[in-house]
């Protein structure tokens, strides 16, 4: 069983930027993102390959967000630039066991804030 905690949430003017973090207790495969806006079903923002050198993202952060990570640390990274209203949400972090296998993982989830 992995945990797996975020943490650098919090409130920021719209333009700004926000480095979320997602630390896990273990060894994980594939690490994402994902964020549920108040009212509105959850939704994937990126996911990291083990290896670090496959990413991809929803089509509404590319070029505003990066996912990376530090196997040596255990954790994943959101780096959020550009912020907009609209990115207010919680943010989840996820992490698969096996790659494609689906997420095993959640964490609690840490919530972001843009103000306009």
């Known amino acids: 069983q992995v945990s797996l905690v975020e943490s650098g949430g919090g409130l920021v003017q719209a333009g700004g930027s926000l480095r979320l973090s997602c630390a896990a207790s273990?060894?994980?495969?594939?690490m994402a993102w994902f964020r549920q806006a108040p009212g509105k079903e959850r939704e994937f923002v990126g996911r990291?390959?083990?290896?670090?050198?496959?990413?991809y993202y929803a089509d509404f952060v590319k070029g505003r967000f990066t996912v990376s990570r530090d196997n040596a640390k255990n954790t994943v990274y959101l780096q959020m630039n550009s912020l907009k209203p609209e990115d207010t949400a919680v943010y989840y972090c996820?992490?698969?066991?096996?790659?494609?296998?689906?997420?095993?993982?959640w964490g609690q989830g840490t919530q972001v804030t843009v103000s306009s």
């Open positions: 273990g060894r994980t495969s594939t």
């Open positions: 996820a992490a698969e066991e096996v790659a494609g296998r689906g997420y095993d993982y």
């Open positions: 990291i390959s083990w290896s670090g050198l496959t990413t």
